[in-house]
């Protein structure tokens, strides 16, 4: 009697999913290409692979809804959401140059996604979900070098024309919107320390102390600041510059960067964040002192590192 209820039961469950969400058995042979198409990519790491596999209309849509977030964050002064989606260092000007795929690839770098190699997909069933939106679910056949274990998987596609392309996946929907919010857990930001969990209010954020600068590099940030400020880059590359950079750099170079330096704002905005951030982390000194290596990885900026040195006791900047 146990194993008819057990057959019924079981039976029942099918039935029901079956009306909740209609199987098309294992895809059409498009639907299976698309998913694995997206799959390999993800295995792979590759970001422009992932974006080139995902439907554009869901990456333009994705642009326009942070970017208009983030202009109107700008309108009213902030730059928190910025900040979180693209780091500090990239100016919003350059975020809005973007294309729907390179805005994707830029962002995928604060993201976390990863998927096993895999020989081939054991496709077990397409669903049926909203909007045209179909579930592929299978499981990853591994290379024969790396073992027997299969892992689930499920890609979701939505139709392009006659063929099809994969859906921007909910979990990273999720974790973009974990960003923006704040939720997202990563390193401390080089302002903060966690308290240990022994003391009271274990978990809260503790304020670290304040950074010290020797006061010659502080006030080659004021004035490098002030300079870029007000467009005078002639006096940033003339003044700020380290004389060593000025030496070996040639005289057309030098005017093209000047050039470029007055002309592109965003440009501009971008050594002002560099700067900035580095006048609140604490430097790794070389050279008996005489060269400072702020760490500035992570930040959205195009480079991980502001160097500045000494040169006859005062400091300028180096690169």
């Given at each position: 009697?146990?194993?008819?209820?057990?057959?019924?039961?079981?039976?029942?469950?099918?039935?029901?999913?079956?009306?909740?969400?209609?199987?098309?058995?294992?895809?059409?042979?498009?639907?299976?290409?698309?998913?694995?198409?997206?799959?390999?990519?993800?295995?792979?790491?590759?970001?422009?692979?992932?974006?080139?596999?995902?439907?554009?209309?869901?990456?333009?849509?994705?642009?326009?809804?942070?970017?208009?977030?983030?202009?109107?964050?700008?309108?009213?002064?902030?730059?928190?959401?910025?900040?979180?989606?693209?780091?500090?260092?990239?100016?919003?000007?350059?975020?809005?140059?973007?294309?729907?795929?390179s805005f994707f690839v830029?962002?995928?770098?604060?993201?976390?996604?990863?998927?096993?190699?895999?020989?081939?997909?054991?496709?077990?069933?397409?669903?049926?979900?909203?909007?045209?939106?179909?579930?592929?679910?299978?499981?990853?056949?591994?290379?024969?070098?790396?073992?027997?274990?299969?892992?689930?998987?499920?890609?979701?596609?939505?139709?392009?024309?006659?063929?099809?392309?994969?859906?921007?996946?909910?979990?990273?929907?999720?974790?973009?919107d974990d960003l923006r919010?704040?939720?997202?857990?990563?390193?401390?930001?080089?302002?903060?320390?966690?308290?240990?969990?022994?003391?009271?209010?274990?978990?809260?954020?503790?304020?670290?102390?304040?950074?010290?600068?020797?006061?010659?590099?502080?006030?080659?940030?004021?004035?490098?600041?002030?300079?870029?400020?007000?467009?005078?880059?002639?006096?940033?590359?003339?003044?700020?510059?380290?004389?060593?950079?000025?030496?070996?750099?040639?005289?057309?170079?030098?005017?093209?960067?000047?050039?470029?330096?007055?002309?592109?704002?965003?440009?501009?905005?971008?050594?002002?964040?560099?700067?900035?951030?580095?006048?609140?982390?604490?430097?790794?000194?070389?050279?008996?002192?005489?060269?400072?290596?702020?760490?500035?990885?992570?930040?959205?900026?195009?480079?991980?590192?502001?160097?500045?040195?000494?040169?006859?006791?005062?400091?300028?900047?180096?690169?």
């Amino acid at each position: 009697m146990r194993d008819v209820k057990s057959i019924t039961f079981a039976v029942l469950l099918a039935a029901l999913s079956c009306v909740a969400a209609p199987a098309l058995a294992a895809g059409s042979a498009a639907q299976q290409r698309a998913a694995e198409e997206y799959l390999r990519a993800v295995s792979r790491g590759d970001t422009q692979a992932m974006a080139m596999s995902i439907l554009e209309d869901e990456l333009v849509q994705l642009r326009t809804r942070l970017l208009d977030e983030m202009r109107l964050e700008a309108d009213r002064g902030g730059s928190l959401t910025r900040a979180r989606l693209f780091g500090e260092g990239m100016p919003l000007a350059n975020i809005e140059r973007l294309t729907p795929h390179s805005f994707f690839v830029t962002l995928a770098q604060r993201l976390r996604f990863g998927a096993r190699e895999f020989r081939k997909v054991d496709w077990i069933e397409a669903v049926k979900d909203r909007g045209g939106m179909v579930q592929m679910v299978g499981r990853l056949i591994p290379p024969d070098e790396m073992g027997e274990v299969r892992v689930p998987v499920i890609v979701s596609i939505v139709p392009w024309g006659k063929d099809w392309k994969a859906a921007l996946p909910l979990e990273l929907q999720a974790q973009i919107d974990d960003l923006r919010a704040g939720r997202a857990r990563g390193a401390a930001p080089p302002s903060t320390l966690t308290a240990g969990s022994g003391g009271e209010g274990g978990g809260e954020t503790a304020t670290a102390p304040a950074v010290v600068l020797p006061p010659g590099m502080v006030k080659l940030f004021d004035d490098a600041l002030a300079s870029l400020e007000a467009g005078r880059c002639n006096e940033y590359y003339d003044k700020q510059m380290s004389p060593n950079f000025r030496r070996t750099t040639g005289t057309r170079a030098l005017r093209t960067l000047i050039s470029a330096c007055e002309s592109r704002e965003a440009l501009r905005e971008q050594t002002m964040a560099a700067i900035r951030l580095a006048r609140t982390k604490a430097p790794r000194f070389e050279y008996a002192g005489t060269r400072a290596v702020f760490d500035l990885a992570g930040s959205g900026l195009p480079y991980n590192q502001w160097i500045v040195e000494q040169v006859d006791e005062r400091w300028y900047i180096a690169e």
